[in-house]
């Protein structure tokens, strides 16, 4: 029975609104001061205050008390690496010695690691994996995440990731959108071959993740020694034309145009944006491609965080999302990621609160049905152990989510 009431929830975070939050917009987040909110079949159904009379017969509905705790509509993670094989515990100390996650790339380390150990576990081990990271999530309050491939970079390994990603997603309370990206890097089987590995990309990987549904959207790396933006541009019309949503790794390391392409072609979102350029973020407000932004990645690499304050006063539309992946960001870390959005990159609570829900949704095209309390969207809420959002900056790095709810159903 997916039919629950909350009632005299402190505030009830509404977040209300079915399209991302541009600028200013990010600041109004809708709250109803003591509220209670009905999910019926799984659908939000009501959102009153507690002086309106409950509408309905409650007797087929679960009753939970939220006296003093404040209500919001589940986090959504835009952009992680969940599903992967091996660790990099050894380059991270290495990287605390003083090289350079580009180095390490070089020489063989990163991404073409993680690659040669996913390559090696079966679907079982993934899946294994995958669930205990996502039990972690779902206890930060993150309801819906999104997932890349990326790791396998061959037909074999990459259609694995994504299945094992379809697979968790009818197992797991956690809602998964899979990414297809196939251009993560150059694997080393390819190497003096990136336009024929592009080829191989477009012509054989599309059709056949188009064709059995795995991902409806695809991602590239475009970065400096990895994928240029003449390369990316190629890639994502070819992905267009095939009927996919599009994503982007835009000026992570070296400023090179990244997010002035995903504005030229629509993408969904430019992610990362550590170096964008002025230009980059005056292009970026002007389009509805949203900047996710990645602050666990910049702390973990010990770089300069993306100018969020000037995006927000811009008039870009903000995301926020953790990056969870082996290497340049092993964390999930939600409390700490609201502590850098706010403390180091001058987001106000309210504006993280809206990037990582309503405009977190919009990043992956689903802003219509989850990311706010509206009454028709997918009944998946937190409950916090505060009676104020605030809190999630402040009480800095501390878990305080105290219940989730997935479709109506408490999960935690
Ligand atoms: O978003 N920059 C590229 N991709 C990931 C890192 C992947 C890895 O290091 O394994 C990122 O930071
Ligand atoms: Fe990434």
Redesign the pocket.
């Known amino acids: 029975m997916n039919n629950l009431i909350i009632q005299n929830a402190s505030q009830v975070v509404t977040c209300s609104g079915f399209t991302g939050k541009r600028g200013k917009e990010m600041s109004n987040l809708k709250v109803i001061e003591n509220g209670t909110v009905i999910v019926t079949e799984g659908i939000i159904s009501h959102i009153l205050r507690n002086d309106e009379p409950i509408p309905i017969d409650t007797q087929s509905y679960n009753i939970i008390d939220a006296t003093g705790k404040a209500l919001l509509p589940g986090f959504v993670d835009p952009?992680t690496?969940f599903v992967?094989g091996g660790y990099?515990e050894e380059e991270f100390s290495w990287r605390l010695r003083g090289d350079s996650?580009m180095e390490l790339m070089r020489r063989g380390g990163?991404?073409d690691n993680?690659t040669r150990a996913t390559r090696c576990e079966t679907e079982k081990e993934l899946v294994a994996s995958g669930k205990q990271r996502l039990n972690a999530m779902l206890r930060m309050g993150i309801t819906t995440v999104e997932g890349k491939s990326?790791?396998g970079l061959d037909k074999e390994t990459e259609l694995k990731q994504l299945r094992v990603m379809q697979q968790l997603n009818e197992d797991h309370p956690v809602d998964i959108i899979p990414t297809y990206m196939g251009a993560?890097a150059i694997p080393s089987d390819w190497k003096g071959s990136k336009d024929e590995f592009l080829n191989f990309q477009i012509e054989e990987m599309f059709p056949l993740v188009a064709q059995h549904k795995l991902a409806r959207a695809v991602d590239i790396?475009c970065?400096k020694d990895v994928f240029s933006i003449e390369q990316s541009r190629r890639y994502l019309l070819a992905a267009r034309e095939q009927g996919f949503q599009l994503k982007m790794?835009a000026d992570?390391i070296v400023s090179l145009g990244g997010a002035e392409l995903a504005a030229e072609l629509g993408c969904l979102s430019a992610?990362?944006l550590l170096q964008v350029s002025d230009k980059g973020i005056r292009v970026l407000a002007e389009t509805g491609t949203v900047a996710t932004l990645?602050p666990l990645?910049a702390f973990s690499l010990k770089e300069n965080y993306a100018r969020a304050r000037e995006m927000i006063d811009a008039g870009c539309i903000v995301a926020l999302a953790t990056?969870l992946?082996?290497?340049?960001?092993f964390s999930a870390s939600v409390p700490l990621l609201f502590a850098l959005a706010c403390i180091y990159m001058n987001m106000t609570s309210e504006e993280a609160v809206s990037a990582f829900t309503i405009n977190s949704a919009a990043a992956l095209g689903h802003a219509d049905r989850i990311g706010s309390i509206d009454v028709g969207k997918q009944g998946d809420l937190i409950l916090l152990q505060f009676p104020s959002y605030k809190f999630l900056p402040y009480h800095v790095g501390m878990n305080i989510v105290e219940c989730v709810i997935k479709k109506g159903e408490k999960v935690v």
């Open positions: 952009h690496h992967f990099r996650y990163g991404i993680t990326g790791y993560h790396f970065e790794h992570e992610d990362h990645l990645t990056d992946n082996p290497g340049s960001s």
